[in-house]
């Protein structure tokens, strides 16, 4: 079974940092589209960062700069630290993975569109100014 388990959020100040981690198995971790989306209170959920099958690497606007995606192979996690947040930056983040394609953009609601065809459970973190 596909198992994708986020860890590291929680609250920091307004300029704070904190680094999100995701554990996985029971997918091929190599040939995964991998990245994180986000979901504010009353917002859609929204793509924060990607890395492609390829190696490739995606940044929304609103994150660039200040958030960094990686991936360990050998322990097949991707992680995303996270720098100079912002009270904006307040959301439940979710690590996603898909096999098959790239992930998509976003969509109303985190877990309910495809793709990614899978989530982590998902992680809070909280900005206070």
């Known amino acids: 079974a596909v198992q994708m388990l986020e860890s590291g959020g929680g609250s920091v100040q307004d300029g704070g940092s904190l680094r999100l981690s995701c554990s996985t198995s029971?997918?091929?971790?190599?040939?995964?589209?991998m990245g994180w989306y986000r979901q504010a209170p009353g917002k859609a959920c929204e793509l924060v960062s990607r890395i492609g099958r390829d190696g490739t690497i995606w940044y929304s606007e609103s994150v660039k700069g200040r958030f960094t995606i990686s991936q360990d192979h050998a322990e097949n996690t991707i992680g995303l630290q996270m720098s100079s947040l912002k009270s904006e930056d307040t959301a439940v983040y979710y690590c996603?993975?898909?096999?098959?394609?790239?992930?998509?953009?976003?969509?109303?609601?985190?877990?309910?569109?495809?793709?990614?065809?899978?989530w982590g459970r998902g992680t809070q973190v909280t900005v206070s100014s």
């Open positions: 996603a993975a898909d096999d098959q394609n790239q992930l998509g953009l976003g969509g109303l609601k985190c877990k309910r569109f495809f793709p990614p065809n899978y």
């Open positions: 029971g997918f091929s971790f190599d040939a995964a589209d």
